[in-house]
């Protein structure tokens, strides 16, 4: 029976174990690290107290896996994208994989750079297969550590009852991206670093050599959502990472 138009026959590897990214190049990849600690005074934005901490979790777990590490530090919205430009435009022909980790205060779809904000997407997309072609069929990794709207999450109490070569790609294909909190949420942060970029190290430094990417990520998933509580004098606060991903194979960093 014909298929209709427009439907692909599914790969001969679908769901086997040969379905996983190519992690052999002679390069693991290229980690770049965007930490904003300190803000112009007219934004009205507090320092992230706590961050340094965080910037050198990430940067102790992805070395350790093997990546190139690129710390920038407290720059301005156009260096930011000057920044990412440069990283886009280099060759990744020799490298497997890109990750990038964005620290900084933020609202959905931006970020603040030093001085104003920054439209993520306008970020993301100097990385697709189009304007990227050696990172074309390769894993893209964003870590998001920033808010994403005003809401808290109150958490809810359980109660537990007796119930190959050739092949056309999508240009968007291959991206994942790791937020700290759901779309419209808040995320937190204490002096000794965040509960999302903590979990996430943590969970990398003991998972990353045996465990495929989406199983670790679920696990930072979880440690965050299980072990974290915020407390103010109103109420106990919660948050819950959010994972979305448009990978295309397994990978195993």
Not at 50 to 71: L, N, P, R
């Amino acid at each position: 029976m014909a298929e209709p138009a427009g439907v692909s026959s599914p790969s001969p590897q679908t769901g086997s174990d040969e379905m996983k990214y190519n992690m052999d190049y002679p390069e693991k990849g290229l980690c770049l690290i965007i930490n904003m600690e300190n803000f112009a005074s007219g934004l009205g934005l507090k320092p992230r107290k706590g961050t340094s901490i965080d910037e050198k979790a990430v940067e102790d777990v992805f070395k350790a896996i093997g990546f190139t590490i690129q710390t920038e530090k407290d720059k301005t919205s156009e260096d930011i994208y000057n920044i990412m430009v440069k990283v886009a435009e280099d060759d990744h022909s020799k490298r497997s994989c890109f990750v990038c980790v964005i620290m900084s205060h933020g609202e959905e779809g931006t970020f603040y750079g030093f001085d104003k904000e920054i439209t993520e997407a306008k970020l993301f997309t100097l990385f697709n297969g189009e304007n990227c072609p050696s990172l074309a069929g390769k894993p893209k990794l964003f870590f998001l550590q920033k808010c994403r709207g005003k809401s808290v999450d109150a958490g809810v109490t359980l109660h537990t009852g007796s119930e190959g070569s050739g092949t056309t790609i999508p240009i968007e294909a291959d991206f994942l991206y790791h937020y700290a909190a759901p779309s419209g949420y808040v995320s937190y942060r204490r002096n000794d670093g965040s509960w999302f970029i903590q979990s996430l190290c943590k969970m990398l430094e003991r998972y990353w050599n045996n465990k495929e990417l989406l199983h670790i990520l679920t696990l930072v998933n979880h440690k965050v959502a299980y072990e974290y509580n915020s407390t103010d004098e109103r109420s106990r606060h919660k948050q819950a990472p959010c994972i979305v991903s448009r990978l295309t194979q397994f990978l195993y960093l």
